[in-house]
């Protein structure tokens, strides 16, 4: 299924928000949206652990109590603390981070991927409409008219 954006003409979406600590994947999270649902997926990476995994206290000491429930990673180390969150939630794509750490390289990719079944067959009508109006044109102008 898709989302009908008009009768007759669907849109599948879906989005994979990866988030990268010095070249290695962190977070990953894949969005798949639907007009039944939107399905949310989150990878965690072996650089870190889960942000779920912390109590508020231990997310209090990491100075992390600003995040509330929000779920994601958090690597702390000698270097620091950094925490990455992907919200994606009610329509919104979001990124939170973070970061007391130093020497850390932070970065991120954003992967939409639209898909419109059936496109050709609207591509192939909007053709057709474009032809005629272009013959009409073309017809009046022949005939004198404007």
Do not use: C, K
């Amino acid at each position: 299924g898709g989302l009908a954006v008009a009768p007759g003409l669907e849109v599948n979406f879906g989005a994979v928000i990866t988030t990268y600590v010095n070249g290695a994947p962190a977070l990953a999270t894949t969005l798949t949206w639907s007009d039944n649902s939107q399905l949310v997926e989150q990878t965690i990476g072996a650089l870190g652990q889960s942000l779920d995994a912390l109590s508020p206290e231990q997310r209090a000491q990491l100075g992390l109590s600003g995040l509330g429930d929000a779920g994601g990673v958090v690597i702390a180390d000698a270097d620091g603390v950094t925490a990455l969150v992907h919200n994606v939630t009610d329509g919104a794509l979001q990124n939170i981070i973070v970061n007391t750490a130093t020497g850390r390289s932070l970065s991120q990719e954003v992967d939409v991927t639209l898909t419109l079944p059936g496109f050709e067959a609207v591509q192939g009508a909007l053709l057709l409409e474009r032809i005629g109006i272009r013959l009409d044109e073309d017809m009046r102008v022949s005939i004198g008219g404007t």
